[in-house]
């Protein structure tokens, strides 16, 4: 049955929104869009940076049909992070207080992607939250890191983004492993900040990074290597994402191949606990995603309007 059920958030404000509720979740994803440095209007009807999550949002489903995970999207406020408001974060925090009031304490991703991997960064050390996953984030280099402690965090940048600065991203991992985060972090070459030149590897890169991080397949080798270094190690911050592969079975249509050597890693039941593991302006704001899931008997309204931004 496919619904879209919001949630209350801050002062009546519906921050969340489900785009697939299984019956009895065991774990769930949250995607945030990206935004404006400024900005105090409401997103719009029209809002490009929500859009363009909307191929995440289905990459990440198809990746987790099988797993029983409950994915949902924050809708902002504002279409700006507002200087020491911080709005997005406190939306994003108020979007995860509902999921756990209703989800119970299921293990949870984040992806963000500009301002949203900023607002996801910042709200990871919400006790349901196990890890993150930031497209091409906004990393001022003062941003707090203590939050990340114990949290899985992959981020992933492109090399000819002008928007927000992939030695910023690397500084920020950096300091976050320090924190005692786990960190992994991939350069996306030939790609910049609208994540268009090479939208399939960054789909389903983020897609499987999403799963591997629940537990649901396996990480890819070198994402597992990197996220079991400790505070002092410099590796593993800055690795090739490798390109889509196309391979054509006998007989059968061309269809993408994983260029990676996998391990395992135990799934949502096990808890948010680590495992094994094995893939491959300073701002957006977004807008409606897709259609998803809900829970039969639910209330179906439309998603709220949102607008633009990174």
């Known amino acids: 049955m496919n619904t879209q059920v919001c949630r209350g958030g801050v002062a ?3 921050a969340l929104v489900w785009r697939v509720l299984p019956e009895q979740p065991s774990a769930a994803v949250l995607v945030l ?14 809002n490009l940076p929500g859009l363009r999550m909307q191929g995440f949002v289905r990459a990440i489903r198809r990746e987790t049909a099988a797993g029983g995970v409950a994915i949902g999207v924050v809708r902002y406020r504002h279409r700006g992070w507002n200087g020491e408001r911080a709005d997005a974060a406190r939306d994003t925090a108020a979007a995860l207080n509902d999921l756990a009031e209703e989800l119970g304490h299921v293990p949870t991703v984040l992806v963000g992607h500009s301002m949203g991997g900023r607002a996801a960064l910042r709200s990871a050390g919400h006790p349901n939250v196990t890890g993150v996953v930031a497209l091409a984030p906004w990393c001022p280099k003062d941003d707090p890191c203590a939050q990340l402690a114990g949290r899985d965090v992959v981020m992933l940048h ?32 030939g790609s910049g900040h609208t994540l268009l030149k090479r939208s399939g590897d960054w789909h389903r890169a983020t897609a499987r990074l999403t799963a591997g991080l ?20 410099a590796g593993g911050l800055e690795l090739p994402l490798p390109p889509l592969r196309r391979t054509r079975p006998a007989g059968g249509p061309a269809r993408p191949a ?16 680590r495992g094994d593991a094995g893939p491959g302006g300073r701002g957006d704001t977004s807008g409606p995603a897709d259609e998803g899931v809900g829970r039969p008997g639910r209330r179906t309204v439309r998603p709220g309007r949102t607008g633009r931004g990174s």
């Open 12 to 14: 009546g404000h519906q």
């Open 33 to 46: 869009h990206g935004g404006q440095e400024h900005g105090l209007a409401r997103p719009g009807p029209l």
């Open 158 to 189: 492109g090399d000819r983004d002008r928007v927000t600065k992939p030695g910023d991203t690397r500084l920020l991992a950096a300091r976050a492993r320090a924190a005692g985060a786990q960190v992994c972090g991939y350069t996306v070459t």
């Open 214 to 233: 629940l537990g649901l397949r396996a990480l890819p080798a070198e994402a597992a290597a990197a996220l079991a270094l400790d505070g002092e190690a």
């Open 258 to 273: 994983g260029p990676y050597r996998e391990l395992t890693r135990p799934g949502p039941s096990a808890g948010p606990g």
